[in-house]
């Protein structure tokens, strides 16, 4: 069995620029949710994706966006770099929405200049 | 939304001692987990526990649903369990709300 895995662990970017993380979930589950978690802070939620729909948001503005596949791996898409976007990205997978335990990946960090 | 927190925010302890780590949340809730988070960040599942008690060798946990609590139980510390400590609970919204965390030492 599989955990879910992230890639790139860790990258840097200039604000304005875009960039994809990826996350794929670990075996027999069919749902991924992600996380931002700023330093010294717990984990946000951003959003949810099960079946390959967004089901469900958290109060981050639309320059965030997602995708899942049919395999049930996820990427997470930010627009427009802003400095305050520098933060660890946490993917996590679960067998069900709303009642799944939550599996976290190693985390994607992302640093903003 | 559903409000977590986490108490105390740091907690200093020499090793071997024992230490409750809690959680109260606003709401009731389907689904509550710790975690433990180790240096690089990974969030090591620790507990799945709506409700009721479950142990694991030296750690603990009891969530008492209808209060709005759960409490993470460590003994005997070791300078391994050094780190952040969530609590994140989840109304059924398909959306786990974090704690603040507590922050652990222990200190050989």
Redesign the interface.
């Known amino acids: 069995e599989t955990g879910v895995t992230q890639s790139p662990t860790h990258l840097i970017k200039t604000r304005g620029q875009q960039v994809t993380l990826r996350c794929s979930s670990q075996s027999g589950h069919n749902t991924v949710s992600w996380y931002q978690q700023a330093l010294g802070q717990g984990p946000q939620f951003i959003f949810q994706y099960y079946r390959e729909e967004e089901n469900g948001r958290g109060n981050f503005p639309p320059r965030f966006s997602g995708l899942q596949f049919p395999n049930y791996s996820s990427e997470l898409n930010v627009n427009a770099l802003e400095l305050d976007d520098s933060a660890l990205y946490l993917c996590a997978s679960s067998f069900d929405r709303g009642t799944g335990e939550l599996f976290f990946g190693e985390g994607s960090r992302l640093t903003v200049l | 939304g559903i409000q977590?927190e986490q108490s105390p925010p740091d907690l200093i302890l020499q090793e071997g001692a024992n230490s409750t780590l809690r959680c109260n949340f606003s709401d009731s809730v389907?689904?509550l987990?710790w975690?433990h988070q180790n240096p690089?960040?990974?969030?090591i599942?620790l507990f799945?526990i709506p409700s009721g008690t479950k142990q694991n060798g030296r750690l603990s946990a009891t969530t008492v649903a209808t209060e709005r609590y759960s409490l993470l139980y460590i003994s005997s510390s070791q300078t391994t369990d050094s780190g952040v400590y969530?609590c994140?609970v989840?109304p059924?919204?398909?959306?786990?709300?974090?704690?603040?965390?507590t922050t652990l030492t222990v200190k050989p």
């Not at chain 2, 690089?40 to 969030?43: I, V």
């Not at chain 2, 059924?92 to 965390?101: H, I, L, M, R, Y």
Request: negative net charge; glycine residues 16%; proline residues 0%.
């Open positions: 977590v389907n689904n987990q975690f690089w960040g990974q969030l599942n799945y969530f994140a989840d059924n919204a398909g959306k786990s709300t974090f704690g603040d965390g």
